[in-house]
């Protein structure tokens, strides 16, 4: 399941909706299934996926809250926020994050060689593979060029091919090196500390990003009919949780938005 949308409300906070069986089966979801999407979205380091309306799971999910009465959501959404803080704050949960989180930490390549002794391995083996053509050619009756084809690899060995191996080689580290530390630095960044901080990540970039929904915004065929969304042009550039809330409805996302804000507070962080 992409993680577009996990279940109803926190989904899009990008954490994950979870909730008692009862609230689960309104729309249709079984409790092992959410636990799967939550723990797939916060060991993951959070929500990064933007759509999933093409996930079949995703649309009987939509479909499912789509049917829902209007007065119903609301009441449902609180629900679904209150497993998600019970699950989410089980030891169970939390040593889950931190198993995927140093799983996902990048590795440092350490080379076992200096420079130099690469470049003398790399050296050894290329004068290897050229002396069995020479030695091919020695029994074949070509000793002189043999001789003279020596000669000229190892004027060329000194002289432009070992400078530029070296040179091979240096480049190669560094760029490992600088991709190792790009990589940590992406991965701290990602994986927070721990699973709390992902969590509350999560729930300030859905306040920030479900404030002053349009719930009015109409949508329609855009481009001659090529393409179907937001007839205001300025909501297209909206953040996706913008547009999720907009999908919701205002019952739905006036209860997430509480229910995150308390959440959130009572995180800490």
């Known amino acids: 399941m992409r993680q577009w949308a996990i279940g109803m409300g926190l989904v899009v906070a990008g954490a994950a909706l979870l909730a008692q069986q009862t609230a689960l089966s309104q729309i249709g979801v079984k409790e092992q299934q959410a636990r799967a999407w939550v723990d797939r979205i916060v060991g993951a380091g959070g929500a990064y996926a933007t759509d999933g309306r093409d996930d079949p799971e995703v ?75 020479w030695k091919y050619m020695e029994a074949n009756g070509m000793k002189e060029l043999a001789a003279q084809q020596r000669k000229e690899f190892t004027d060329r060995l000194n002289k432009e091919l070992t400078p530029a191996w070296r040179t091979e080689i240096e480049q190669r580290r560094q760029t490992e090196k600088d991709g190792y530390a790009q990589g940590l630095k992406d991965w701290q960044a990602r994986y927070l500390p721990d699973s709390d901080a992902v969590i509350a990540r999560a729930l300030r970039e859905f306040l920030a990003n479900s404030a002053n929904v349009d719930y009015t915004a109409k949508k329609g065929p855009l481009m001659n009919g090529a393409e179907f969304g937001f007839l205001n042009s300025a909501y297209r550039e909206k953040p996706w949780q913008w547009n999720l809330s907009w999908e919701f409805g205002p019952e739905a996302i006036g209860a997430a938005r509480t229910a995150a804000a308390a959440w959130l507070a009572g995180l800490g962080k």
């Open 59 to 133: 649309a009987a999910v939509l479909e499912m809250w789509h049917k829902l009465p209007a007065a119903a959501k609301g009441p449902l959404t609180t629900q679904l926020y209150a497993w998600a803080k019970v699950y989410t704050s089980t030891p169970a949960f939390k040593a889950d994050y931190q198993k995927n989180r140093t799983a996902a930490k990048p590795s440092e390549f350490i080379p076992t060689e200096t420079v130099d002794q690469e470049l003398k391995t790399k050296i050894a083996t290329e004068t290897a593979s050229m002396e069995q053509s």
